[in-house]
Nanobody, 113 residues
Framework: QVQLVESGGGLVQPGGSLRLSCAASGISIHLYALSWYRQAPGKQRELVATVTPIGFTNYADSVKGRFTISRDNTKNTMYLQMNSLKPEDTAVYYC???????WGQGTQVTVSS
């Protein structure tokens, strides 16, 4: 059974940084594309970034140049480095893998002064 566990969310001031982690079990992440999604209050869940098994990355226009997705296959963990955070980045962030349509439980990111 695939399990994804996010961590690293919190409260940060505008312009600050956070790094989210997504620890996987039940799969070897090097075989699969992995993604980060987010959902703000009253809005639909949206794709933030994806990393493929060979390391290609793709980002939503709203986060390009500020967020970096990466993976450490030795730790079976994916990351999202978020810099220059804005209030509009406030959301619950989820990691996703299309094996068994697997989602993590989410981690809250709040950007506020």
């Amino acid at each position: 059974q695939v399990q994804l566990v996010e961590s690293g969310g919190g409260l940060v001031q505008p312009g600050g940084s956070l790094r989210l982690s997504c620890a996987a079990s039940g799969i070897s992440i090097h075989l699969y594309a992995l993604s980060w999604y987010r959902q703000a209050p009253g809005k639909q869940r949206e794709l933030v970034a994806t990393v493929t098994p060979i390391g290609f990355t793709n980002y939503a226009d709203s986060v390009k140049g500020r967020f970096t997705i990466s993976r450490d296959n030795t730790k079976n963990t994916m990351y999202l480095q978020m810099n220059s955070l804005k209030p509009e980045d406030t959301a619950v962030y989820y990691c996703y893998c299309n094996v068994q349509n697997s989602w993590g439980q989410g981690t809250q990111v709040t950007v506020s002064s």
